[in-house]
Antibody
């Protein structure tokens, strides 16, 4: 069974950092592009970042470029999102998902990030 | 950035009804259009990719159509488990953006 499990969310002060992880199982992780998507009641679903299977290609939304870094460890079947210089507007549920057929094929259950003093 | 606009924002329907949701892109995206279903407190689930391809395991009452800028998601006979929020999303070029969602409620 394909499974994605996010972790690492929590409460952080503005300007702080968090690293999200997404543990993958049930598929060939190194062959799969991966992505992060976040969701808030106000802004809905927002694509955040994506990475190729090998990790050589990365993509970012303008709102996080220069602050967030996506990476992966194919030996550990794990995807990461390093989030620095966090702002209140980064508060959201963060999902990881498999990118397949140019769509977000399977999603994790999400992890909550709250940026507040 | 390509903007995705869904209509309606919400609708009320009865079990057995045919439901159609539309999605319009701000520019030509070919068939790079996907549809997702999200139930309360759950992650989105892919229903349709490439405008009209049914994701494995998704019931055949769901169908998608369209190309260019105008797309539709149709549920041929609404079932109790279909009450949810539906989102379109383009994958033409980054940033990949979503529509604002259409909430399907019980009449």
């Amino acid at each position: 069974e394909v499974q994605l499990v996010e972790s690492g969310g929590g409460l952080v002060q503005p300007g702080g950092s968090l690293r999200l992880s997404c543990a993958a199982s049930g598929f060939t992780f190194s062959n799969s592009g991966m992505t992060w998507v976040r969701q808030t009641p106000e802004k809905g679903l927002q694509w955040v970042s994506a990475i190729s299977g090998s990790g050589t290609l990365t993509y970012y939304a303008d709102s996080v470029k220069g602050r967030f870094t996506i990476s992966r460890d194919n030996s550990r079947n794990t995807l990461y999102l390093q989030m620095n210089s966090l702002r209140a507007e980064d508060t959201a549920v963060y999902y990881c998902a498999i990118k397949f057929h140019d769509a977000f094929d399977t999603w994790g259950q999400g992890t909550v990030v709250t940026v507040s003093s | 950035d390509i903007q995705m606009t869904q209509s309606p924002s919400s609708l009320s329907a009865s079990v057995g009804d045919r439901v159609t949701i539309t999605c319009r892109a701000s520019q030509n995206i070919g068939n790079y259009l996907n549809w997702y279903q999200q139930k309360a407190a759950k992650a989105p689930k892919l229903l349709i990719y490439a405008a009209s391809s049914l994701q494995s395991g998704v019931p055949s009452r769901f169908s998608g159509s369209g190309t260019g800028t105008d797309f539709t998601l149709t549920i041929s006979s609404l079932q109790p488990e279909d009450f949810a929020t539906y989102y379109c999303q383009h994958s033409h070029s980054t940033p990949w953006t979503f529509g604002q969602g259409t909430k399907v409620e019980i009449k």
